[in-house]
């Protein structure tokens, strides 16, 4: 996140987001202005980390079921995007 320079009110799209960490964390970074698209492969996984982020209190944060072959981030969505 710090190679990424990431300030307040930025947006930023995380692929595999497994448990969540990094996704909190740049949820802090960009503050409630911002935003923080983040995605997972497998209902189960994705259900985990939507139980994740919803505790997290961010509500800056939505979460998708990602895809093999699309990252299924709204068009022109990401200031950045890291794995």
Same mark, same amino acid.
Do not use: M, W, Y
């Given at each position: &996140?710090?190679?990424?320079? /990431? ?14 960490? &990094? ?6 970074? @960009?503050?409630?202005?911002?935003? /923080? ?8 996984? /994705? ?5 994740? /982020? ?26 950045? @995007?890291? &794995?």
């Amino acid at each position: &996140l710090e190679a990424l320079a /990431v300030r307040d009110g930025a947006a930023l799209c995380e692929i595999g987001a497994g448990d969540g960490e &990094l996704t909190i964390a740049a949820a802090r970074l @960009v503050g409630p202005n911002g935003r /923080v698209h983040t995605s997972e492969l497998g209902d189960s996984r /994705v259900q985990r980390l939507r139980e994740r /982020v919803g505790a997290s209190g961010h509500a800056h944060i939505s979460v998708v079921a990602g895809d093999p072959a699309k990252t299924n981030f709204p068009d022109a969505a990401c200031d950045a @995007v890291f &794995l």
